[in-house]
């Protein structure tokens, strides 16, 4: 009887045992030419010998959820490539974050499409979207150079 009741005692604290995925959340925007990767990243699941992430549970830029994101080493810098939900609340918020952050980008507005390009001495940040009738239609690429 004993070993019945520390038998079910142990299933049962093992079968309800949750991941804390608030604990695994990683914020892209900390991220610089600097950061150690492995160690940044850890307990994530990524593939590639880069990092390529393709679960939006665990990534996020200001507080807006990241649906895929690769990060990869150049010659002297480190790129980021992130791919949002095609959310106008998405573009909206993310775009707000970087104009308060890095004040107003240079702006290349095509009428069918438009990046926007923010330059500091530490990243490149370039946000172009595809437009339709003049308003927000979906990401075209979200791309992130971190200079050393």
Request: aromatic share 16%.
């Amino acid at each position: 009887m004993k070993k019945l009741a520390l038998t079910l005692f142990l299933t049962s604290v093992v079968g309800y045992t949750q991941v804390d995925y608030d604990a695994l959340v990683k914020n892209l925007e900390e991220i610089t030419a600097k950061t150690d990767l492995p160690q940044f990243f850890e307990g994530l699941p990524y593939s590639g010998t880069n990092y390529t992430f393709y679960d939006d549970r665990f990534l996020r830029f200001y507080d807006v959820i990241i649906d895929e994101a690769q990060i990869a080493y150049f010659v002297d810098e480190l790129a980021i490539m992130i791919t949002p939900f095609n959310k106008v609340e998405d573009f909206n918020n993310i775009r707000s974050k970087l104009i308060e952050t890095y004040g107003a980008p240079e702006l290349n507005d095509r009428g069918y499409s438009c990046d926007y390009r923010w330059d500091t001495n530490e990243r490149s940040i370039v946000l172009s979207i595809n437009k339709i009738d003049g308003e927000f239609n979906t990401f075209e690429w979200f791309f992130i150079t971190l200079h050393e």
